[in-house]
T-cell receptor
Framework: GQQLNQSPQSMFIQEGEDVSMNCTSS?????WLWYKQDPGEGPVLLIA?????ELTSNGRLTAQFGITRKDSFLNISASIPSDVGIYFC???????????FGAGTRLTVKP | NAGVTQTPKFQVLKTGQSMTLQCAQD?????MSWYRQDPGMGLRLIHY???????DQGEVPNGYNVSRSTTEDFPLRLLSAAPSQTSVYFC?????????????FGDGTRLSIL
């Protein structure tokens, strides 16, 4: 099946720093999505990208859909303590248009 | 707004027991799906449905059954639980299965098989 490689696995940063994480795949996706998961809750959609090359922002978050359709990155600017959580990339496409997820990036923000 | 509701939130089973995990959505979404989340592996698709009466297998379907008799409900059945099925299960829905319709997740069911 399609595999997504998400990196880094974890990040420890100081409040106010910028964060960058990315996902790569050996397969092409029609849609790239970024989710955040807090403990004990389900993933919550942050940003959805629908076109190759698309750059989309949501507040302090910016994500891009790679030109090759095989990668995406997420940037968080000026991190704050509530940014703590696990961030997942997901690609949607294939024969059944199902979603495949990366293994997640665990973000810790130190005040 | 209820969104996607999963019950129960926690469950402990013995090996060989059967159980149904419930999922309901009140958004009139056609597409519903079940994922399992294991440490270090992200979420993996178990089964999905593009509408009432239609289901299909995902990436890891073995050991699980689903049915979709109504638009609102998409239960996941474990016929004979195994320790390997210990996981957190998430149900998700979207308006359609098209790639421009992001999925929305429930809060999960934490299942332990002893």
């Amino acid at each position: 099946g399609q595999q997504l490689n998400q990196s880094p696995q974890s990040m420890f940063i100081q409040e106010g720093e910028d964060v960058s994480m990315n996902c790569t795949s050996s397969s092409i996706f029609n849609t790239w999505l970024w989710y955040k998961q807090d403990p004990g809750e389900g993933p919550v959609l942050l940003i959805a990208l629908y076109k190759a090359g698309e750059l989309t922002s949501n507040g302090r978050l910016t994500a891009q859909f790679g030109i090759t359709r095989k990668d995406s990155f997420l940037n968080i600017s000026a991190s704050i303590p509530s940014d703590v959580g696990i961030y997942f990339c997901a690609g949607q496409g294939g024969a059944h248009n199902d979603m495949r997820f990366g293994a997640g990036t665990r973000l810790t923000v130190k005040p | 707004n209820a969104g996607v509701t999963q019950t129960p939130k926690f469950q402990v089973l013995k090996t060989g027991q059967s159980m149904t995990l419930q999922c309901a959505q009140d958004m009139n979404h056609e597409y519903m799906s079940w994922y399992r989340q294991d440490p270090g592996m992200g979420l993996r698709l178990i089964h999905y449905s593009v509408g009432a009466g239609i289901t299909d297998q995902g990436e890891v379907p073995n050991g699980y059954n689903v049915s979709r008799s109504t638009t609102e409900d998409f239960p996941l059945r474990l016929l004979s639980a195994a320790p390997s099925q210990t996981s957190v299960y998430f149900c998700a829905s979207s308006r359609t299965g098209l790639s421009n319709q992001p999925q929305h997740f429930g809060d999960g069911t934490r299942l332990s098989i002893l």
